[in-house]
Structure formats: C-alpha cells, structure tokens
C-alpha cells in the first residue's frame, strides 16, 4: 500500500510566521505535488516536482516556494504566511509513468 | 481557466438508488481521467479512473462513462450506501509530463439511509 504522511494533521500560524509543511512517501515515487484545497475551487497545484532538486510551478505558485533534497520527501515553505493562505494543504506522490496521485491526510492550516 | 469542471456542487441521493455525477473538460489533449473521494480531515482517495480508448470502466458499484466527442465524464453509484456521503472529484491528465493532474471543484453526495 502507498503511505503518503504529512508532519502535521492541524497548525496554527501567526501572520508574517515562515511555515513549513512536510510530506513524505514510501514507495518510491519520482513525482510529488502540492495542493491547497478550499471550498467551491477544488483542489489547486502549488508545485510539483519530478525529480530530487527539480521542481516546477504549478497553478497557484505566489506566496510559496518548495524544497526536494531527498527523494521521498517534499516540503512547502510558506516564506511570510497571510490569512489568504489559510487552507487544507494536500500532498500527493505517483509514479512517474501513471497518472494515479496518492494523497496524504492533508494539513489544515489556519494563518491568524 | 476551469478546464475542468463539476457544475453541481452536491447531489442528495435515497440510499438504494444510484448516484450520478458529472463532469465536463475543455482540454481536448486530456486522455486520461480519475475519480477520487474525499472524507472531511482525510485525503482524496483514488477511486476509478478511465482512459480515453475506452468509454465505460467498471468497478464494483462504481461505473464511469466517457463521452469523448461530448467532452464529458460521469461517475455512477449504483446502489448508493449511506458510506458513500462524501466530496467526489475529477481529475484529467494529458497533453503534459510528469502525470499532472486537473481537478474540478467537486460534488458533495449525501446518501440518506
């Protein structure tokens, strides 16, 4: 089974707070995404990545920036958090030649 | 620019009776397309995807039907359980690298007993 883990189910941030968000897979995956999910829009692409080091904008990239040191693990920073970014952020990992994403528990932050 | 798109935002369905949700795309270079469940406080789980050689996949309860020339996908829950109350999303891929994929906004289903 894919095991998708995020460091942390619930945060709370302050405004101006750099945030950093943790996802980790175990199966290996070459692609990683980050997504922010709010009511009424879906789930959105912050940033993907297809490669250790590499990364690549997504939909929705302003007001963040990623980090991919190791293979399994792929982190958002939020570098000055705002309120806007209050949201539930969802990573997901796939292999590299399947669509299929597993998706982590999602990390519900809320920036005061 | 929605390239993909879920026009309504629930459905309420009697338990026993099947459930149908839609789902629209622009991008005529997706070919690829995924349904996934989303629970409140969990991650969408993957739950039935369908390629565009085809145009019906089977799974169980679940059935998705592709109408490729219609640009238009459906999810079919037939007999729907109280269990499957929850977010459903579409999700299409084609056209890039690295199995992006686009999402629409989802249907909340409540399923009552």
């Known amino acids: 089974d894919v095991k998708v883990t995020q460091s942390s189910r619930y945060l709370v941030k302050r405004t101006g707070e750099k945030v950093f968000l943790e996802c980790v897979q175990d199966?290996?995956?070459?692609?990683m995404f980050w997504y922010r999910q709010d009511p009424g829009l879906g789930l959105r692409l912050i940033y993907f990545s297809y490669d250790v080091k590499m990364k690549e904008k997504g939909d929705i990239p302003e007001g963040y920036s990623v980090s991919r040191e190791k293979k399994e693990r792929f982190s958002l920073i939020l570098e000055s958090a705002s309120t806007n970014q209050t949201s539930m952020y969802l990573c997901a990992s796939s292999h590299e030649i399947t669509d299929t994403q597993y998706f982590g528990p999602g990390t519900r932050l809320t920036v005061l | 620019d929605q390239q993909v798109k879920q026009n309504s935002p629930s459905l309420s369905v009697q338990e026993g009776r099947i459930s149908i949700l839609n789902c629209d795309y622009t991008?005529?270079?997706?070919?690829?397309f995924l349904w996934y469940k989303k629970y409140p406080a969990e991650g969408p789980t993957f739950l039935i995807s369908i390629s565009s050689i085809k145009d019906k996949n089977e799974d169980g309860r679940f059935t998705v039907f592709l109408n490729k020339s219609a640009k238009h996908l459906s999810l079919h829950i037939v007999p729907s359980q109280p269990g499957d109350s929850a977010v459903y999303f579409c999700?299409?891929?084609?056209?890039?690298?690295?199995?992006?994929?686009?999402f629409g906004q989802g249907t909340i289903l409540t399923v009552h007993p």
């Open positions: 991008n005529s270079m997706f070919d690829y």
């Open positions: 999700a299409a891929a084609g056209g890039t690298s690295y199995g992006k994929l686009t």
């Open positions: 199966m290996d995956h070459e692609n």
